[in-house]
């Protein structure tokens, strides 16, 4: 058999994923090296399939898991592979196990991480990082793995990179961040998770709802009508939860005796929020959440912030505005 009709048939070989015929071939002394269309060898198009029982013969008897060709790598081929992501892990996980570099980038500075999370493949993308992937490189356009997920909706990859540490505030060279690109590309859900663990969770509190819900109720006269709003409601629970259960009624003229004030107003002081950080809630990170699981708890918790600060933030200025109306009181 001729040598290009032996290339011919370990290609068909290859497509098909004929692990016997292959081995054939190459005890007949055909190349493990031998290249095809575009320079591709052999491993690169059983890479580029995710053929992880063909891979690994073609590593086995010596293919180069480090090849390249214009600067796109067999492992880059691997995470762009069309096959099931169980298929692919096994790929790249072999791949890494023969000293593939996870760093190496493309012409378009794009690395495996970027090309696996824009496919969409959150334990590739994961197995990538544990090798030493650098999760926060960005290609020729500022691009991150995170904003590549983000461009193209891919949820459980960016729990994945949010949860390995991905930086969601870096920026593409058009000053556009992963929530950005969500927005863009009408990815409404990840717009929220992102803009929601961007400005709450892990950074300050740029600007407070004000409200003056709690305040109005302090200086109104009370309205028991039938069908009223009592903005009590969530106060009675704050205060029972410090003890303070007796002087509910108390708030309506005024909190008079000093030790209530004083432990009202610790209690406040120990509430003011500076800054949450995912990592600061490890009760929390122990817990296995689905994305959609996860997503739901983070806007609770969102919410669940935002009711207790407003409040408290509000009596802790009307306390310190009218104080010298409470020692009026204490006159009396």
Same mark, same amino acid.
Not at 95 to 100: G, H, P, V
Not at 185 to 209: D, F, V, W
Not at 234 to 244: A, I, N, Q, S, Y
Not at 288 to 294: A, I, P, V
């Given at each position: 058999?001729?040598?290009?009709?032996?290339?011919?048939?370990?290609?068909? %070989?290859?497509?098909?994923g004929?692990?016997?015929l292959?081995?054939?071939?190459?005890?007949?002394?055909i190349?493990?090296e031998?290249?095809?269309?575009?320079?591709?060898?052999?491993?690169?198009?059983? %890479?580029?399939?995710?053929?992880?029982?063909?891979?690994?013969?073609?590593?086995?008897?010596?293919?180069? %898991?480090?090849?390249?060709?214009?600067?796109?790598?067999?492992?880059?081929?691997?995470?762009?592979?069309?096959?099931?992501?169980?298929?692919?892990?096994?790929?790249?996980?072999?791949?890494?196990?023969?000293?593939?570099?996870?760093?190496?980038?493309?012409?378009?500075?794009?690395?495996?991480?970027?090309?696996?999370?824009?496919?969409?493949?959150?334990?590739?993308?994961?197995?990538?990082v544990?090798?030493?992937?650098?999760?926060?490189?960005?290609?020729?356009?500022?691009? *991150?793995?995170?904003?590549?997920?983000?461009?193209?909706?891919?949820?459980?990859?960016?729990?994945?990179?949010?949860?390995?540490?991905?930086?969601?505030?870096?920026?593409?060279?058009d000053?556009?961040?992963?929530?950005?690109l969500?927005?863009?590309?009408?990815?409404?859900?990840?717009? *929220?998770?992102? *803009?929601?663990?961007?400005?709450?969770?892990?950074?300050?509190?740029?600007?407070?709802?004000k409200?003056e819900?709690?305040?109005?109720?302090?200086?109104?006269?009370?309205?028991?009508?039938v069908? *009223?709003?009592?903005?009590?409601d969530?106060?009675?629970?704050?205060?029972?939860?410090?003890?303070?259960e007796?002087?509910?009624?108390l708030?309506?003229?005024?909190?008079?005796?000093?030790?209530?004030?004083?432990?009202?107003?610790? %209690?406040?002081?120990?509430?003011q929020?500076?800054?949450?950080? =995912?990592?600061d809630?490890?009760?929390?990170?122990?817990l296995?959440?689905?994305?959609?699981?996860?997503l739901?708890?983070?806007q609770?918790l969102?919410?669940?912030?935002?009711?207790?600060?407003?409040p408290?933030q509000? =009596?802790?200025?009307?306390?310190?505005?009218?104080?010298?109306?409470?020692?009026?009181?204490?006159?009396?």
């Open positions: 058999m001729l040598q290009a009709d032996k290339n011919d048939v370990l290609k068909k %070989a290859l497509t098909c004929d692990v016997s292959i081995e054939e071939l190459l005890n007949s002394g190349s493990i031998s290249s095809f269309q575009f320079g591709w060898t052999p491993l690169m198009y059983a %890479a580029s399939v995710a053929d992880v029982a063909v891979v690994h013969l073609l590593l086995d008897r010596g293919a180069n %898991a480090s090849f390249e060709i214009d600067k796109y790598t067999v492992l880059m081929a691997a995470c762009t592979a069309h096959a099931l992501e169980e298929k692919i892990l096994k790929t790249v996980e072999l791949l890494l196990s023969r000293n593939a570099d996870p760093n190496l980038a493309c012409r378009r500075q794009m690395t495996p991480l970027m090309y696996a999370a824009r496919k969409g493949y959150p334990q590739v993308v994961a197995l990538l544990a090798y030493g992937s650098h999760i926060n490189a960005q290609d020729e356009n500022g691009y *991150s793995a995170l904003m590549w997920a983000a461009r193209h909706g891919h949820k459980s990859v960016i729990f994945k990179l949010l949860e390995l540490g991905a930086d969601k505030n870096l920026q593409t060279k000053e556009k961040t992963a929530a950005d969500a927005k863009i590309n009408k990815h409404s859900e990840i717009y *929220s998770l992102l *803009s929601l663990t961007a400005n709450h969770l892990q950074g300050r509190y740029h600007q407070m709802i409200t819900t709690v305040y109005q109720f302090l200086t109104a006269v009370p309205d028991h009508r069908g *009223s709003y009592s903005a009590f969530d106060m009675e629970v704050f205060l029972h939860g410090l003890g303070l007796h002087i509910i009624g708030l309506k003229i005024g909190i008079t005796d000093p030790r209530d004030q004083q432990k009202l107003l610790d %209690a406040i002081n120990e509430l929020v500076e800054e949450i950080r =995912i990592r809630l490890p009760e929390v990170m122990k296995e959440f689905s994305g959609d699981e996860f739901k708890f983070l609770k969102n919410k669940e912030c935002g009711n207790l600060t407003v408290v509000t =009596i802790n200025k009307h306390l310190l505005a009218n104080s010298h109306k409470y020692r009026s009181y204490e006159k009396l």
